[in-house]
């Protein structure tokens, strides 16, 4: 069993920054337990579907950036903190959304295994 955590979302300026992390825990909460998880992130706006944002594979280390985030978002991990950030540059209205952190021993997908309570993240224009 492993518990994400969301934090670092806000309200922020539309061109600003925001900086989201997602910190994992499980049973044994063992250093480096992350390794072995691909990692990513989803959004959901008010009245939409749950949409991919970015995600890594822990096999070869890839990175997917979905097209309308692409330049702007980078998603980075630090195994040795279980933790996994996405760093928002260029942020505008449209990014507005509750961003959920996602776990899978394979590929991250709308069905992977774990997920957090999602952190908001609001921008103003």
């Known amino acids: 069993q492993v518990q994400l955590v969301e934090s670092g979302g806000g309200l922020v300026q539309a061109g600003g920054s925001l900086r989201l992390s997602c910190a994992a825990s499980?049973?044994?909460?063992?250093?480096?337990?992350?390794?072995?998880?691909?990692m990513g992130w989803f959004r959901q706006a008010p009245g939409k579907e749950r949409e991919f944002v970015a995600a890594?594979?822990?096999?070869?280390?890839?990175?997917y950036y979905a097209d309308y985030v692409k330049g702007r978002f980078t998603i980075s991990r630090d195994n040795a903190k279980n933790t996994v950030y996405l760093q928002m540059n260029s942020l505008n209205p449209e990014d507005t959304a509750v961003y959920y952190c996602?776990?899978?021993?394979?590929?991250?997908?709308?069905?992977?295994?774990?997920w957090g309570q999602g952190t908001q993240v609001t921008v103003s224009s």
């Open positions: 996602a776990a899978d021993p394979s590929l991250i997908t709308i069905y992977s295994d774990y």
């Open positions: 499980g049973r044994t909460s063992s250093r480096y337990m992350m390794s072995r998880f691909s």
């Open positions: 890594d594979s822990w096999r070869d280390g890839s990175t």
